[in-house]
């Protein structure tokens, strides 16, 4: 979830196979944003306000993950071997971008 800036919150679906999120270092997740409809809203909602909410689920368990974090994104030809790993074969479109998230707390 992000914020626009009229503060009005927004919610993508951003999902995958299992580790499609993965862990950069001690504090920062990373996943791949693959090119898709264009509409670009959290893209934008985070040029104007980095804050974000990450609401991760696991029904098989009934169990959850909330996130708060700040986002960047950055073009994925600026990482290519990041963005190879954070690739999945079974995506017939190609990674064009990287989201990162600096997390500020969980639950």
Known sequence: ??????????????G?????????DAST???ADYQGNRQLLST?????????????MDY???ARLKILGHARVEEAQS???LATQLS???MRARVERIMFVEVVSFD
């Open 60 to 62: 098989g368990n009934r």
């Open 16 to 24: 995958g196979p299992k580790g499609f999120l993965r862990l950069l």
């Open 44 to 56: 934008g909602n985070l040029s104007i306000n980095d804050r974000v909410s990450l609401f991760l």
């Open 29 to 31: 997740l990373v996943f």
């Open 79 to 81: 990482h290519p071997d």
């Open 88 to 90: 999945n074969s079974g």
């Open 1 to 14: 979830g992000t914020v626009s800036e009229t503060g009005w919150p927004y919610i993508q679906h951003r």
